[in-house]
């Protein structure tokens, strides 16, 4: 149990300060926000808990092949945004964009043979 609580508190005081990064300074904020910090700690979280290498190598593999449809979203809110969306429409429907984006990609993947 101490050892959820202690993912838990890192995890949160990580997104905490990029949040307080943001509001400082934008580029600081996209800079620090942009490392795969969530990447990095889920690596560090399966290793510690599985010790299992094969583990960390599919993981890191299948994150290489999903970043790619994942940056939609960032194109899409400031879209939605520019356009006179409100935050939480924008929002959602560019998480929404994303999904669709991952389910076309993710299956035009394994029609050319790339395991996920």
Same mark, same amino acid.
């Given at each position: 149990?101490?050892?959820?609580?202690?993912? &838990? !508190?890192?995890?949160?005081? #990580?997104?905490?300060?990029?949040?307080?990064?943001?509001?400082?300074?934008? /580029?600081?904020? +996209? =800079?620090?926000?942009?490392?795969?910090?969530?990447? &990095? !700690?889920?690596?560090?979280? #399966?290793?510690?808990?599985?010790?299992?290498?094969?583990?960390?190598?599919? /993981?890191?593999? +299948? =994150?290489?092949?999903?970043?790619?449809?994942?940056?939609?979203?960032?194109?899409?809110?400031?879209?939605?945004?520019?356009?006179?969306?409100?935050?939480?429409?924008? /929002?959602?429907? +560019?998480?929404?964009?994303?999904?669709?984006?991952?389910?076309?990609?993710?299956?035009?993947?394994?029609?050319?043979?790339?395991?996920?």
């Amino acid at each position: 149990m101490l050892q959820y609580l202690v993912k &838990v !508190l890192v995890t949160a005081v #990580l997104v905490v300060l990029i949040s307080e990064a943001a509001k400082k300074s934008t /580029l600081l904020g +996209s =800079i620090t926000a942009s490392l795969p910090l969530t990447s &990095v !700690l889920a690596i560090i979280w #399966l290793y510690f808990d599985t010790q299992n290498i094969k583990n960390i190598i599919a /993981l890191s593999q +299948s =994150i290489f092949w999903v970043v790619i449809p994942s940056l939609i979203f960032f194109l899409v809110l400031p879209l939605f945004l520019k356009f006179g969306f409100s935050f939480w429409l924008s /929002l959602i429907s +560019s998480v929404m964009v994303t999904a669709t984006t991952y389910w076309g990609y993710i299956y035009v993947l394994s029609k050319i043979g790339v395991k996920i």
